[in-house]
């Protein structure tokens, strides 16, 4: 056992802070990288389902009762699949025709695509503060009917 003297006591509580502080500024990076891992799995799950939404809709559709999607109604779609922790109204969605020649509504046949866009932002605001990363995804499909 080692005796301390007058001059080393304390000298424990100023090393116990850098070290907590170094810890839970590392514990809420990996928090915050979580986070956005989340999120652009998120987007990448909502511009699928959006593309997929989108080419059962073409201009031969026959069997749904709303046929013909437009991009607002793509738009409405995927903002109505949010949840946790999007905010609907933030997500942002492109709806466009990539083989030369076709317009939207698609007909059968035709690419499009849906990219959709969301600000992520971040949890710890002294890191970088007022920044957000926008976390976007594109899903092409052809136009099944």
Known sequence: MRSYSKA????SLPETVIVMGVLM?????II?????TYTYSFVA???????RW?????????VLNDCSATASEVQSYVQSLSEGATEPSSISVSYTAVTTGCSL???PGCTIAVTVSYPFK???PFVL???TLEVSSTSEMVVSN
């Open 8 to 11: 080393e006591r304390g000298s």
């Open 25 to 29: 500024a590392l514990i809420c990076g």
């Open 105 to 107: 509504p698609p007909a």
């Open 122 to 124: 971040f949890f710890l």
């Open 45 to 51: 799950q909502l511009a699928r389902q959006g593309a």
């Open 54 to 62: 989108a080419i059962v809709r073409g201009t031969g559709c026959s």
């Open 129 to 131: 503060p007022g920044t």
């Open 32 to 36: 915050d990288f979580g986070r956005a």
